[in-house]
């Protein structure tokens, strides 16, 4: 540290005038590259959302106005002037810290002008008026908020039930493949290449058609004061067994990923293979494949939009068919954008606390703490 | 002399086409502290292992008191509550501090109540002199102090023989020693313990018994003073003159 601060201030009194002027302009640089895409995002943003959303026509009156015009030119400019400020003089930068404040100015100038040319060339060419009325139409979506909110419920307890119970059944399943006996890995092996080689899509429709039309099973649970029917329930049980098949992969990767030498230690104290798995080795593991298994939970509220394909009743509509069913009413989009916001309220946090976990993991946190 | 805590007879074993052990008969007596000295790849540490069955002979048997380890009849788990053994790389459980890598045993094996164990737990991390680091986890120890505290881990379970292997390859030269005087008092003490090694030092002053392998062999076994002090084995000389 002492080190570090000592050699630049040797640097500053170093530093000539000409290299002076080439830090503070490429500071401007930044400066300017940043204020170019700051401006054409929330200056745009401002513009059309002081005017308000209702009724659309507003939308599209925000994006034609004169102010969006001057913000997106003016982002243009101050975009392209940090282009090439930053990329015609980073290669002469006094110091690391100026090269790269020159080179994420520029970098910036790129998206700012990239945004703003699009906004404009849709604004000039394009045609607003049709794509604001089909996709940003807030007005088809007054009074669906309470059946919005519902469907964000379903979709969420469609993928709890199924991550929780494909957690058991993977670890079940993880067990039975790393077994040193064939016939008891083949079974398992046979459940899970069939169930991660047919398409998610396929299960729920079989499962559910031919439990209740071939089987005459018509299975329905009651959570409280939310009823489920057949289709739903049916479901849930198809994204638990599927859920099952990748969460045992997760697993097996997991427990494998252990040293060799703790299941020798634990042995070695007189346990029995399933005291040294339970006590030892899948603690350890469960750790090891907590992101992947958070990953696998995304992936899996994503998914269960497929029971679009199931017939739902309206109170079981997750996420997606509410959408399509708003869509189908009223041929407008809006109800995809809204249940595009709904997925995105979920997954983001849940992609971030991933990452978050992740770089614990990495830095040898958890092993010491918990 | 009394009857032989642990007798191999013909053990053979093969990884594949590698034929690591060929033919070992041995007996370890109790209170005989072996030393197991010889080149890298010789087949020291297979042979450890398979004293407590880790790795199961290819051919041969292996005895523990009356026991045949190589029944596949007989309850191994039982067995190796006698049989402790200390690793090269520790293996202590990352996610249990050094009082619960110790108890875990005590309570799911042994059945010790949840005092007693703790207790008894207490008892062998003060005789490695790390009481104080009960409560640590193993990875804020150093290299030393988790091999103590795997020492503990395998003696309280109060076994009949110590399994050493390559104990202090992987610690730092400046703590090793602390290791070694752990290992030290406990031969003193009369603790029957087999110590594949490369501490020559060690080897000599508290080994009363040493072999001396090559090539899956057992070339020499003796008194391992003389056998530093008066090496006539060719092998066993040129062994020694590389590494001392």
């Known amino acids: 540290m002492i080190v570090t601060e000592g050699r630049t201030s040797q640097e500053n009194i170093a530093q000539t005038g000409a290299e002076r002027r080439l830090s503070a302009s490429a500071l401007i640089t930044l400066l300017l590259g940043a204020a170019g895409l700051a401006l054409v995002i929330v200056g745009t943003f401002l513009v059309i959302v002081l005017r308000g959303l209702v009724p659309y026509e507003r939308v599209v009156e925000g994006l034609l106005s004169s102010e969006t015009l001057w913000i997106l030119i003016t982002s243009l400019v101050l975009g392209t002037v940090a282009i090439i400020g930053g990329f015609g003089r980073y290669g002469r930068m006094p110091t690391k810290r100026s090269r790269e404040q020159a080179i994420a100015g520029a970098v910036l100038g790129i998206q700012a002008v990239v945004l703003a040319a699009v906004l404009l060339l849709f604004r000039e060419v394009g045609d607003p008026d049709r794509f604001v009325f089909h996709f940003f139409n807030i007005e088809f979506l007054q009074g669906s908020g309470g059946v919005f909110v519902r469907a964000a419920r379903n979709t969420l307890i469609l993928a709890l039930v199924g991550e929780l119970g494909g957690i058991v059944l993977g670890l079940l399943l993880a067990m039975l493949v790393l077994s040193k006996r064939a016939v008891v890995r083949a079974p398992a092996r046979l459940y899970i290449n069939f169930f991660r080689g047919t398409p998610l899509i396929w299960q729920l429709s079989v499962f559910y058609f031919g439990l209740s039309l071939g089987l005459g099973i018509r299975p329905e649970i009651a959570l409280g004061p939310i009823e489920f029917g057949p289709a739903y329930v049916s479901a849930m049980i198809v994204f638990i067994l599927n859920t099952g098949a990748y969460a045992s992969e997760v697993f097996r990767a997991g427990i494998q990923s252990i040293e060799r030498g703790q299941m020798e230690a634990a042995r070695s104290l007189g346990m029995t293979y399933p005291q040294a798995m339970r006590h030892a080795i899948v603690p350890q593991a469960f750790r090891r494949v907590i992101p992947p298994l958070m990953n696998e939970f995304v992936i899996l509220i994503k998914d269960t939009s497929l029971i679009v394909v199931l017939g739902l009743a309206a109170s079981e509509f997750d996420l997606f068919t509410q959408a399509r069913e708003g869509y189908a009413t009223t041929f407008n989009a809006t109800f995809f954008t809204a249940a595009a916001v709904g997925y995105l309220a979920v997954t983001l946090p849940l992609i971030r606390a991933v990452n978050a976990v992740e770089k614990r993991l990495r830095s040898g946190l958890v092993t010491v703490t918990s | ?244």
Do not use: C, Y
């Open chain 2, 1 to 244: 002399m009394s009857p032989p805590l642990l007798r191999l007879e013909g053990v053979h074993k093969w990884f594949g086409e590698n034929h690591v052990l060929r033919g070992i008969d041995l007996e370890v007596v109790p209170q005989e502290v072996l030393a197991v000295i010889g080149p890298s790849g010789s087949g020291k540490s297979t042979l450890l292992r398979t004293m407590n069955l880790l790795e199961e002979p290819t051919e041969g048997r292996v005895w523990f008191e009356d026991t045949e380890l190589t029944d596949v009849r007989t309850d191994i788990n039982e067995v190796r509550t006698h049989l402790g053994i200390v690793f090269q790389a520790f293996n202590l459980f990352p996610h249990k501090t050094a009082s619960q890598n110790i108890i875990l045993a005590l309570d799911k094996v042994l059945g010790l109540g949840e005092r007693e164990a703790r207790e008894r737990a207490m008892q062998e991390l003060r005789h490695v002199g790390l009481e104080h680091k009960a409560d640590e986890h193993p990875g804020r120890l150093s290299g030393g102090q988790q091999q103590r505290v795997a020492i503990a881990r395998a003696l309280a379970m109060r076994p009949k023989v110590m399994l050493f292997d390559e104990v202090t390859s992987a610690l730092d030269p400046e703590l090793i020693q602390e290791v070694l005087d752990v290992m030290k008092r406990l031969a003193d003490e009369g603790m029957t313990m087999v110590v594949v090694t490369h501490e020559m030092g060690f080897a000599r002053e508290a080994a009363n018994k040493m072999l001396f392998m090559d090539e899956g062999e057992i070339v020499l076994k003796g008194d391992p003073r003389a056998m530093f002090d008066r090496p006539e084995h060719p092998r066993l000389r040129q062994f020694l003159s590389r590494i001392l």
